[in-house]
């Protein structure tokens, strides 16, 4: 600090504001999240968790997306 | 000298005022002017910049986990603290090796974008133009403001005001309409900024691999709803500044020469292209060209490079008449770049910041600001450059580098084309922004509404991108990393002001050393040790006064409108004083759940 005279730190500087291990929100267990898929794509079954086998699109010219 | 050149001779016998602003209003921290004004030839002679703030980041910085340097420096600013966020991901993103997802990339530019549309806004027309509202002007030129009650707004079908006076009282703080709506419409950008970056003005999304916004269809629609709102507003304020300044120059010819500097302008980039950029530095100069602001170095109006490794290698920081000890005897941290080049002493990859408190002297050191140059290869001077408050070096190195190319925008080797959709109820429309004759106040204060065009533009682009990738399903915005043990990175970005650099050291998983430089140390710079003035005081020196008040009744409007033409932001100028309040808490984060009982 050059030439001024400072106290001494009462928190050491490299107190973690990290804790390793979180992942990306969307990262997780696919098998028990329908919709989510590995390469970063979802569909709309996403969002629900109820009769999800019925939220897919019925046509394929549909956009298949989680309704925001 | 890299300085202007003296002007005209054939003068009076001098008649010399001292005259000091400290501090000046309407800028955040403690600017003050000192000059000394030669009446009889209505002139400004000589002109010191001097901050009297420090704050110390560089010093606090070492030793944190540097995944939390976005976070921190982000508080730097009040303003534009997202910048820093942004361009210390950047640097972050080169020390790790990681690359977000294309999503995240637009996502980003996106509350960019909103940034720059927002803060230009609320800088130009509720600070800026209380320097030219009818109030100034009459308390400050009578005869212009009555010649501007009988001109004709040439643009006047477009923005609504019949003659230039009328522009002038809404420009009045508190009560004039432009005033009101231009707060009004920073409201409404600031809210697109907050669905993309989740809070203003210090972001809580964005980290460094990506950012943690949920990348749904109703985030970029209502981001959508929000920016076509204002697309009529820009289209109306590029027509109203363009009638005010134009008629400066009709009503008081000469007025040019006021803040007119060498054309020394400087721009590192804004808006990565997700396609080409990969941040690692041997190809920063591949991925820097094709930034949606292209970066380059301007020197009398000629481009003398648009490579950021040039650039990154160009920079000194230099001690002049700064409160610091010199560190040129500590130990260097990068003593060659990725690419095996040299990296000098006095570059901010090796610089240690050393505070040394004193007097403050005209002849001796007098800022806490310290002064940032760029070396020229070819001349070995150490060029005092200036961002022109921003947008005029964005638009310039843009329009001369012709490398800007998209469904919105043309960089045309002269000029750039911005072309704005139907509004609510203007037509779609097409803005050209020329090259303009002067580096001076009026056309750096001109440029910043086109650039708020220009981001407005950007932000349609980003929109039908993202878009497209949310529509295939893409949510995927984060890209996991690890910290290396040791690792340089530098990220270069455009705040809203104008440069912005980040350089960053990291040591054992720590950060060993961190240098933002943002642009108010290159504008508000002191006198280097070569004498070289930094741009505000070379800017003052030698302008003419316009201002019809003797020196007693003198307010300084001409050196307002200049130094105020450049943006300054304080804060981001000085590199934490405690005065007799002293305050220290400990804390301790983070520790999930509990105070979740």
């Given at each position: 600090m050059g030439t001024i005279r400072v106290g001494r730190r009462d928190v050491k500087p490299d107190t973690p504001g990290h804790v390793s291990g979180l992942h990306q929100g969307n990262w997780g267990p696919y098998e028990r999240q329908t919709g989510h898929h590995r390469d970063g794509t979802s569909d709309a079954r996403r969002s629900t968790g109820i009769h999800w086998k019925k939220h897919d699109t019925i046509m394929k010219a549909m956009p298949n997306i989680s309704p925001g | 000298m890299t300085t202007t050149e003296a002007r005209r001779a054939g003068r009076k016998p001098a008649q010399i005022v001292d005259m000091s602003w400290d501090p000046i209003?309407?800028?955040?921290?403690?600017?003050?002017?000192?000059?000394?004004?030669?009446?009889?030839?209505?002139?400004?002679?000589?002109?010191?910049?001097?901050?009297?703030?420090?704050?110390?980041?560089?010093?606090?910085?070492?030793?944190?986990?540097?995944?939390?340097?976005?976070?921190?420096?982000?508080?730097?600013?009040?303003i534009c603290g997202d910048n820093h966020t942004t361009c210390s991901n950047y640097a972050q993103q080169m020390a790790y090796g990681v690359k977000p997802p294309p999503l995240a990339e637009h996502i980003t530019n996106l509350g960019e974008a909103a940034e720059y549309m927002f803060d230009h806004t609320i800088f130009q027309d509720n600070l800026v133009?209380?320097?030219f509202c009818e109030a100034m002007v009459k308390a400050t030129n009578p005869s212009v403001l009555a010649r501007a009650e009988r001109t004709e707004a040439p643009r006047g079908h477009l923005h609504g005001y019949r003659t230039i006076a009328d522009i002038m009282r809404a420009f009045n703080p508190f009560e004039g309409e432009i005033y009101k709506q231009a707060l009004k419409m920073s409201r409404i950008t600031r809210e697109m900024f907050c669905l993309m970056e989740g809070r203003h003005v210090h972001p809580s999304t964005l980290y460094p691999g990506g950012v943690g916004t949920m990348p749904q269809p109703t985030v970029f629609t209502d981001y959508l709803a929000r920016l076509m709102r204002v697309i009529d507003f820009v289209k109306q304020a590029v027509a109203l500044n363009d009638?005010?300044?134009?008629?400066?120059?009709?009503?008081?010819?000469g007025y040019e020469e006021v803040g007119r500097r060498r054309i020394l302008l400087a721009c590192w980039g804004a808006w990565q292209n997700p396609d080409i950029v990969d941040y690692r530095y041997e190809t920063m100069n591949h991925w820097g060209k094709a930034m949606y602001v292209t970066p380059g170095i301007i020197v009398d109006g000629q481009l003398v490079t648009n490579n950021l490794v040039d650039i990154n290698l160009g920079l000194r920081i230099l001690l002049g008449s700064s409160y610091y000890?010199?560190?040129?005897?500590?130990?260097?941290?990068?003593?060659?770049?990725?690419?095996?080049?040299?990296?000098?002493?006095?570059?901010?990859?090796?610089?240690?910041?050393?505070?040394?408190?004193?007097?403050?002297?005209?002849?001796?050191?007098?800022?806490?600001?310290?002064?940032?140059?760029?070396?020229?290869?070819?001349?070995?001077?150490?060029?005092?450059?200036?961002?022109?408050?921003?947008?005029?070096?964005?638009l310039w190195s843009t329009a001369l580098n012709g490398l800007v190319d998209t469904p919105y925008i043309k960089a045309t080797g002269h000029s750039v084309r911005i072309t704005l959709p139907h509004g609510e109820k203007l037509p779609e429309t097409t803005l050209e922004w020329t090259i303009p004759q002067w580096s001076n106040t009026i056309e750096r204060d001109r440029a910043r509404p086109y650039f708020i065009a220009y981001a407005a533009a950007m932000a349609l682009q980003f929109l039908e991108q993202a878009q497209t990738l949310?529509?295939?399903?893409?949510?995927?915005?984060?890209?996991?990393?690890?910290?290396?043990?040791?690792?340089?990175?530098?990220?270069?970005?455009?705040?809203?002001?104008?440069?912005?650099?980040?350089?960053?050291?990291?040591?054992?998983?720590?950060?060993?050393?961190?240098?933002?430089?943002?642009?108010?140390?290159?504008?508000?710079?002191?006198?280097?040790?070569?004498?070289?003035?930094?741009?505000?005081?070379?800017?003052?020196?030698g302008q003419p006064i316009?201002?019809?008040?003797?020196?007693?009744?003198?307010?300084?409007?001409?050196i307002m409108r200049t130094v105020r033409s450049f943006d300054p932001c304080l804060p981001c100028g000085v590199h934490m004083y405690l005065g007799n309040g002293k305050t220290l808490t400990t804390t301790h984060t983070p520790t999930y759940g509990t105070d979740q009982g």
């Open positions: - | 209003t309407r800028i955040i921290g403690n600017l003050g002017i000192y000059t000394k004004i030669d009446f009889a030839n209505r002139e400004v002679v000589e002109c010191h910049s001097t901050s009297s703030l420090f704050r110390g980041y560089s010093v606090f910085m070492k030793g944190k986990d540097p995944r939390d340097a976005g976070f921190i420096t982000s508080r730097i600013c009040g133009f209380v320097d009638d005010v300044f134009d008629f400066f120059y009709q009503a008081l010819p000890d010199d560190w040129t005897s500590e130990e260097p941290f990068v003593t060659h770049d990725p690419l095996g080049n040299p990296v000098d002493i006095r570059h901010p990859w090796n610089q240690t910041t050393l505070p040394h408190p004193q007097k403050r002297a005209f002849d001796h050191n007098y800022s806490w600001v310290m002064s940032p140059r760029w070396h020229h290869p070819e001349t070995g001077q150490h060029l005092a450059l200036d961002t022109g408050g921003g947008p005029l070096a964005r949310v529509r295939a399903g893409e949510t995927k915005v984060f890209e996991n990393f690890q910290v290396p043990d040791e690792a340089i990175g530098c990220g270069f970005h455009e705040a809203v002001r104008g440069v912005l650099s980040h350089h960053l050291v990291i040591k054992n998983q720590k950060i060993a050393n961190y240098h933002p430089y943002p642009p108010t140390p290159w504008n508000a710079s002191p006198r280097d040790p070569y004498g070289t003035p930094g741009p505000y005081e070379d800017a003052v020196q316009f201002e019809e008040n003797d020196p007693d009744t003198f307010k300084g409007v001409d």
